[in-house]
């Protein structure tokens, strides 16, 4: 399993839907980049340049919004997972 270091979140996107909201089956070119992700795993927390301890505010399982374009993408085992910084996660969806 990949654990992130530091104040880092391992995401997998989540899959957009190919349907609009009024039925219209919607082709991959069409679709946005999805920016609601689940949280698979979390860093320990790292140090800000003011040497005081960043503190995780996601966990395991959470659903978040990201940048739409942050990150470094991996694939492992088959799967693509995003690392993200803690700070490039906007919003948690609850």
Not at 7 to 25: N, P, Q
Not at 38 to 46: A, D, Q
Not at 75 to 84: A, F, N
């Given at each position: 399993?990949?654990?992130p270091?530091?104040?880092?979140?391992?995401?997998?996107?989540?899959?957009?839907?190919?349907?609009?909201?009024?039925?219209?089956?919607?082709?991959?070119?069409?679709?946005?980049k999805?920016?609601?992700?689940?949280?698979?795993?979390?860093?320990?927390?790292?140090?800000?340049?003011?040497?005081?301890?960043?503190?995780?505010?996601?966990?395991?399982g959470?659903?978040?919004i990201?940048?739409?374009?942050?990150?470094?993408?991996?694939?492992?085992?088959?799967?693509?997972?995003?690392?993200?910084?803690?700070?490039?996660?906007?919003?948690?969806?609850e």
């Open positions: 399993m990949i654990k270091l530091n104040d880092r979140v391992l995401i997998k996107m989540i899959e957009a839907e190919e349907t609009s909201k009024g039925g219209i089956i919607l082709t991959a070119g069409s679709q946005e999805p920016q609601i992700a689940e949280v698979i795993s979390v860093g320990p927390g790292g140090i800000d340049e003011n040497g005081k301890k960043v503190v995780m505010e996601v966990k395991k959470d659903k978040v990201t940048s739409k374009y942050s990150g470094t993408e991996v694939k492992y085992e088959g799967i693509e997972y995003i690392i993200v910084k803690q700070s490039d996660i906007l919003a948690i969806v």
